[in-house]
């Protein structure tokens, strides 16, 4: 390959790269859409940031093909509420993990509250001193299609990917299932899920994502948001049977 046509090579390389930057990271006030159309994106909160006079919530942007956003910032309908929510959660963490579950005597484990986008999401780049952040514009989000859960805050990442694989669906768990007596953070899970809907009134009810391939996720469902785009996961018609 002869200079020139090196030089070329060079420079299609480098125009495809900032392509590929400007979908994933848009230019300053532009707005562009995350995620696709028939995904799931979960927003993960961990703070807060100061945007546009207000508190709103930050944290990461999970998206249906893996890609993470770090410093997303939630702007917009029931920023307050996931705010509460989370502040909750902390709470009950702070009260019940480290505690020994009754039934299957393991200690409680930490758990995170996640917002669940169905389709795109409009995000946003700004710079808030000197930072750069990520931020979702909530109000342009059919409020139909954002719905709040809790789990395991180390299977965050597996529930996105579970409502993202096909097959995947959503089970109750009756109150005489065998899984409450398995000896891991599986079966901890619902009894401890079931602790933090009756010390809250902020979440209630919950199920267990079910992959194709049998593992389960158990998760807690939040009051508020809570789109009936999600209903099939927020009121699961299915119970799970682990012998089946």
């Known amino acids: 390959m002869g200079p020139a046509a090196r030089y070329a090579a060079i420079a299609a390389a480098a125009l495809a790269a900032v392509a590929v930057l400007a979908l994933l990271l848009p230019a300053q006030r532009q707005a562009q859409y995350a995620g696709t159309p028939n995904g799931y994106q979960g927003f993960i909160p961990n703070g807060a940031v100061s945007y546009n006079g207000h508190q709103d919530p930050a944290g990461d942007l999970m998206l249906d093909n893996g890609t993470t956003i770090r410093d997303a910032i939630w702007d917009g309908q029931y920023a307050g509420t ?14 019940w993990v480290g505690r020994t579950d009754p039934v299957n005597h393991q200690p409680y484990v930490p758990l995170q509250d996640l917002y669940v986008i169905k389709g795109q999401v409009p995000v946003q780049r700004v710079t808030i001193n000197g930072q750069t952040y990520y931020v979702i514009e909530a109000d342009k989000i059919n409020p139909a299609n954002i719905a709040g859960f809790y789990t395991y805050d180390k299977w965050v990442p597996n529930f996105v990917a579970a409502m993202n694989t096909p097959g995947t669906y959503a089970a109750g768990l009756p109150g005489n299932s065998p899984v409450f007596n398995w000896p891991n953070i599986t ?8 602790l933090y809907n009756q010390n809250s009134q902020n979440f209630a009810g919950g199920g267990l994502l ?3 391939n049998r593992t389960i996720i158990p998760y807690g469902v939040a009051i508020n948001p809570s789109g009936i785009a999600f209903s099939n996961f927020t009121a699961p018609s299915q119970i799970y049977n682990p012998s089946s």
Not at 82 to 95: F, K, Y
Not at 187 to 194: D, F, R, S, V, W
């Open 187 to 194: 079966g901890t899970l619902p009894y401890q899920i079931i």
């Open 210 to 212: 079910v992959l194709p």
């Open 82 to 95: 996931i705010a509460q929510n989370h502040n909750q959660i902390d709470q009950l963490n702070s009260q």
